[in-house]
């Protein structure tokens, strides 16, 4: 893969997450932080200028301070994920999911909560 189409890549996927991140923000469904700091990173990589951008916004900026500088989460944000977790593994268990699925979604998840948990909160 050449330079430019690497750099396009990595805009392409920097300014869909913010665009994700920012119908999260209205929408509480869909999680805003994980699409920043996503938005973030394929910006560094892609698009320095929307890179310096995100990091300088009102709203997203200070979650990627946040986990750039301390590695933290906040603390709504881990409590409407695990809830998340939760709810989603119970669609799958009372739609009828197959035991293996169960299993395997269960124990991805709970890696999942496990590593929300260790992080530090802010």
């Known amino acids: 893969m050449n330079?430019?189409?690497?750099?396009?890549?990595?805009r392409v996927l920097a300014y869909t997450s913010?665009?994700?991140?920012?119908i999260?923000?209205?929408?509480?469904?869909?999680?805003t932080t994980p699409f920043v700091l996503l938005a973030a990173w394929?910006?560094?990589k892609g698009s320095p200028a929307f890179a310096v951008w995100l990091e300088n916004h009102r709203t997203f900026g200070p979650a990627i301070q946040n986990w750039?500088?301390?590695?933290?989460?906040?603390?709504?944000?881990?409590?409407?994920?695990?809830?998340?977790?939760c709810v989603s593994w119970s669609v799958l268990f009372f739609g009828g999911a197959a035991p293996v699925v169960l299993v395997a979604?269960?124990?991805?998840?709970i890696g999942l909560t496990c590593y929300?948990?260790?992080?530090a909160s802010c």
């Open 116 to 119: 929300l948990l260790t992080r």
């Open 3 to 10: 330079s430019l189409s690497g750099r396009t890549g990595f």
């Open 105 to 109: 979604t269960g124990l991805m998840f």
């Open 24 to 31: 999260g923000v209205v929408l509480p469904l869909l999680p």
């Open 68 to 85: 750039r500088h301390r590695r933290a989460i906040p603390i709504k944000g881990k409590r409407f994920a695990c809830l998340m977790l």
């Open 18 to 22: 913010i665009a994700l991140a920012a």
């Open 42 to 44: 394929a910006a560094s």
